[in-house]
């Protein structure tokens, strides 16, 4: 009876165990499905791709100063309208803030995958002002945490 309990003991052992292993490979890979999917959006949206090419200081006329800033060169219906584009990216970037501060579901090496935008984003006082008014904190705190905001360093 003993030898038994004991074999069913490591059996069990195994089971849950080798359960634990396979039930983190799996939600690794949902991790993985998950960023790459946020990555194809990003890239696939219209909005998105033109207030990341404002943000990435490549548009040929609209700036971030002229969206956020104190530049009056836009009327404000189309001020307004490139604000909704950057609130869409914003609550894009906020999103990974809260699966990363919040629910802890993402790494901050997951986090920083998408690093550039992060860093992009606190080159521009006016859009981080932005950021804290209206519901963006969460940015601006990841950034200053993963310490997303620093220069880069000439080698």
């Known amino acids: 009876m003993t030898l038994t309990v004991f074999i069913a003991a490591v059996a069990i052992i195994f089971s849950v165990v080798t359960y634990g ?4 490979r799996e939600l690794a890979w949902k991790r993985t499905e998950f960023l790459s999917d946020q990555a194809k959006y990003l890239e ?12 990435e200081d490549r548009h040929p006329t609209i700036t971030v100063n002229k969206v956020f800033g104190d530049d009056n060169d ?5 001020r307004a309208a ?5 609130d869409k990216l914003l609550g894009f970037l906020w999103r990974l803030c809260y699966a990363y501060r919040q629910m802890k579901t993402l790494s901050s090496t997951e986090v920083e995958a998408f690093g550039w935008y992060y860093w992009r984003v606190s080159r521009f006082p006016s ?22 905001d620093e220069e880069e360093e000439d080698d």
Do not use: M
Request: include cysteine; charged fraction near 30%; proline fraction near 2%.
């Open 21 to 24: 292993l396979t039930r983190r």
């Open 44 to 55: 696939d949206d219209p909005g998105l791709v033109e207030a990341i090419t404002i943000l």
């Open 74 to 78: 836009l009327d404000e219906s189309t």
């Open 82 to 86: 490139y604000k909704q584009k950057f």
């Open 127 to 148: 859009l981080v002002d932005y950021c804290q008014e209206n519901g963006f904190s969460d940015i601006i705190a990841v950034i200053k945490e993963l310490k997303l």
